[in-house]
């Protein structure tokens, strides 16, 4: 998938401290995450619905 074009955004619960922080973008029907501090590394591409249930496993980790 040609990420070249992907319009990234910081998750609201990132800092600007430098920490861990998570960025996605929607392309089509798929979600991409990656970490905001290695943007040329891997990224998870992923549904919607798969991030819902991997938020919902988070929270209830």
């Excluded at 990656?34 to 496993?57: F, H, I, M, Y």
């Amino acid at each position: 998938m040609d990420l070249s074009t992907a319009v990234w955004r910081k998750s609201s619960r990132s800092s600007n401290n430098g920490g861990n922080c998570v960025e996605l973008a929607r392309i089509d029907d798929t979600v991409a995450i990656r970490d905001s501090k290695d943007p040329d590394g891997p990224k998870v591409l992923l549904t919607p619905q798969a991030l819902r249930v991997l938020g919902e496993a988070i929270k209830n980790a």
